[in-house]
């Protein structure tokens, strides 16, 4: 059996055409089902639904045998580990659920002046390896506070002047009188295997990396 682990939304439906040309339907619809393990046309390719931020953590530990997760997902894993996600191989990008990390402030506060200034900025972000590095790297003080829940909140209430998100549209941030001043890197999913896996179902792995690796998305 393998089995490959997903977050409901949009990275699952972005990978089912990746699925779709390895000869892979998955029988049940996730937002329709409470099932947490969808059975596929395969019996040897089971699916199982688990939070974006765990699929590394299946994948490298053997709760799957592959997954799909977000360069911003995989960053903060690799730091959580000390920079040590061994066990785990990313041999694709699959180039889907693409989006930038940006910065975000309100639309009335002045961040060009306050960097330029020298001040001490409070961030608020669920990405807090991503944002530490860029403001580091920017030479600019920061205080970090770590959010799990709806970042355009933090700048509306006073709670930080600026946000590290993930944007995609940008509507979410006009309707919340936010704008982007700054984009820290491109966001798109990888294809993560656990190494052990590959080792020992070689063979079905490699065809599915393969398959995966001739329909990603130009």
């Known amino acids: ?27 049940e619809n996730p937002e329709k089902s409470r099932k947490l393990i969808l059975a596929t046309n395969s019996p040897e390719v089971q699916v199982v639904l688990v939070r974006a931020s765990d699929v590394p953590t299946y994948v ?5 045998d592959l997954g799909v997760a977000g360069r911003d997902v995989l960053i903060e894993h690799n730091h959580a580990l000390g920079g040590n996600a061994a066990g785990m191989y990313q041999p694709l990008d699959l180039n889907i659920a693409r989006c ?3 910065v975000a402030v309100r639309d009335d506060f002045d961040y060009a002046r306050a960097v330029k200034q ?10 807090t390896e991503i944002a530490r590095q860029h403001f580091a790297d920017k030479g600019v003080h920061v205080d970090l506070i770590k959010l799990y829940g709806s970042m355009e909140l933090a700048p509306l209430t006073g709670l930080a002047d600026a946000i590290v ?6 509507n979410t941030l006009k309707a919340n009188r936010l704008v982007e001043v700054e984009q820290i890197m491109d966001i798109s999913s990888r294809l993560v295997v656990n190494q052990a896996a590959l080792k020992l179902k070689r063979e079905p792995l490699r065809r599915m990396i393969d398959a995966f690796a001739s329909a990603i998305p130009k």
Do not use: C, H, W
Not at 165 to 170: A, E, I, K, Q
């Open 100 to 102: 930038r990390m940006s």
């Open 1 to 27: 059996m393998i089995t490959l682990a997903l977050s409901k939304g949009r990275i699952f439906e972005e990978t089912l055409p990746l699925l779709q040309a390895a000869g892979i339907t998955v029988l």
């Open 165 to 170: 998100d993930l944007v995609s549209t940008g």
């Open 118 to 127: 020298g001040s001490r900025i409070r961030v608020a972000t669920k990405y």
């Open 60 to 64: 490298q530990y053997g709760g799957a």
